[in-house]
């Protein structure tokens, strides 16, 4: 079965400022697909970011952009000039390529907070 | 259309009532999952539908959580029984994936289910 990691429960930045968030992961698939979701207070889970295994280049959104690290099986989301509306849970998940589901495991979560 | 949907947002139960809550996916999305969370924890798997077929519930944590899709659209998750243990929010997603195509789940805002 495969796990997700995130290590880091809370981080803070400071508005316009660079955060990294990590996550690691266990699989021993090849073809497998990986998200980062945002969920503000209002609970609704937003997609931020959405990387395929099969593609060496790092996926990036605007001021969102992963470190795709495929064989350390890591994947860490970094948010550039970060804004207030950044604040929120932040979840890395994992769909398998493979299995005839589409499931997706997620980690325990990073609660971010922007400061002002 | 819009974006999932659910019903209703709140729900406040007595121990031993069953309660019933409904997702509405987005317009066209074949494939349609259902996922428990915890309070400050991530989402956990229950059952995913592909139309109105049911292919994999293991993630349903006892035999009184029943989910149906009778038309291949909108799904209703029952409790029966509700015990306070059951007391979370519940998501539902829904995706363009098949069993061949893995594409992004959207998620509606969620119920907070509450067992007195």
Redesign the interface.
């Given at each position: 079965a495969q796990t997700?990691t995130q290590s880091q429960p809370e981080m803070s930045v400071q508005e316009a400022e660079t955060v990294t968030l990590s996550c690691t992961y266990d699989t021993s698939e090849n073809n497998y697909?990986l998200?980062w979701?945002k969920q503000p207070p209002?609970?609704?889970?937003?997609?931020v970011i959405?990387q395929e295994a099969y593609k060496q280049q790092n996926a990036t959104e605007n001021r969102f952009s992963v470190n795709f690290q495929k064989a350390a099986k890591s994947f860490s989301l970094k948010i550039s000039d970060s804004q207030l509306g950044d604040t929120a849970m932040y979840?890395c998940?994992f769909?398998s390529?493979e299995t005839?589901?589409?499931?997706?495991?997620?980690?325990?979560?990073t609660q971010l907070t922007v400061n002002p | 259309g819009a974006g999932v949907s659910q019903s209703p947002r709140y729900k406040v139960a007595k121990r031993g009532q069953d309660v019933a809550l409904r997702c509405d996916p987005i317009s066209g999305h074949v494939?349609l999952?259902w996922?428990q969370q915890a309070l400050?924890?991530?989402?956990?798997?229950l059952t995913?539908f592909q139309n109105e077929a049911q292919?994999?519930k293991s993630?349903l944590p006892s035999d009184r959580f029943f989910a149906e899709r009778p038309e291949g659209s909108v799904s209703t998750l029952k409790i029966q029984r509700t015990q306070q243990e059951d007391s979370a929010?519940y998501?539902c997603?829904s995706?363009s994936?098949t069993?061949i195509v893995?594409?992004?789940?959207?998620?509606?805002?969620?119920t907070?289910l509450t067992v007195l």
């Open positions: 997700v697909y998200f979701y209002s609970r609704q889970m937003i997609l959405r979840f998940a769909m390529g005839s589901g589409s499931r997706l495991t997620f980690g325990e979560g | 494939s999952f996922y400050g924890q991530g989402p956990e798997f995913y292919l994999d993630g929010v998501l997603a995706s994936s069993r893995r594409d992004t789940q959207y998620f509606g805002p969620g907070r």
